[in-house]
Every structure is written in structure tokens, then in C-alpha cells.
């Protein structure tokens, strides 16, 4: 699962703001998720409209995204690809920072950090139901 993520900073690496932009939106137009824009799904704080819809399956993640935003939605597509097929536990180990040494880390702003944040949250509840 760490491979995934290994994957995605190898796709991103050395990208200007524009080719990352270009790599999330076209992550998110190839993706169609609006059938978990419901309210149970949405994620608070965030300045884009995020929802994520989080599932055990045979004590695996699933976990599915969609957001307002193109930009938002590709990362968020991305962060699901890291998690889909983990264990809880392994979600809880898992530190998402793909976009960590890139220039597009910097023009997320707090609000947006903090919904991406709570893709995370919103799986890791899952140990809860």
C-alpha cells in the first residue's frame, strides 16, 4: 500500500505547479463519484465541497471521494488509492505526504489541508461502528 504512494511521489516528482495541476484534474475528470454527494458523506471544514464515503469490506478500506473542486478531488482520488485495501491499522500508520517537497503544497490553503486531513478521520471512524 506504501507502494501506491511510492508510485504517486515517482509520477509527481520534478512537476511544476501546472503539471500537477494538470496530473489532479485529470486524476478527477476520468473519475465519476457523485453518487456519494450526501450529506452523511460531506466533510466539514473544507473550503471546496469534499465528501468521502469510507467502508470495511472483509476488514479492508474502501473508500471512495468526490469534490467541487478538480484539484481537490485528484489529490483526494489520490489518498483514497493509498488507503483502498489497507487494514485499519494500517491506515493509522500511514502518513500521506505525497505532496510533501512540492510547490502545490504551499497553495493549499489551511481550510483545504485540514478537509484533505479528514479523509484519514473519516476512515479511521470506521473502527468505531
Do not use: H, P
Not at 481537490?72 to 488507503?83: A, P, R
Not at 505525497?98 to 497553495?107: A, H, P, R, V
Amino acid at each position: 500500500m506504501t507502494d501506491t504512494q511510492d508510485k504517486i511521489k515517482k509520477e509527481i516528482s520534478g512537476m511544476d505547479d501546472l503539471d500537477l495541476y494538470d496530473y489532479f484534474v485529470s486524476k478527477a475528470i476520468s473519475s465519476e463519484n457523485k453518487n456519494i454527494r450526501k450529506e452523511k458523506n460531506r466533510i466539514e471544514g473544507c473550503v471546496s465541497g469534499l465528501w468521502v464515503e469510507a467502508k470495511l469490506i472483509n476488514n479492508c478500506v474502501s473508500v471512495s471521494t468526490d469534490s467541487d473542486s478538480l484539484v481537490i478531488k485528484g489529490i483526494s482520488l489520490c489518498i483514497c488509492d493509498i488507503f483502498n485495501g489497507m487494514s485499519l491499522e494500517q491506515v493509522k500508520e500511514t502518513e500521506i505526504d505525497f505532496l510533501n517537497g512540492t510547490d502545490l503544497s504551499g497553495e493549499l490553503d489551511e481550510r483545504r489541508r485540514t478537509g484533505l486531513a479528514k479523509i484519514k478521520d473519516r476512515v479511521l471512524s470506521l473502527s468505531k461502528i
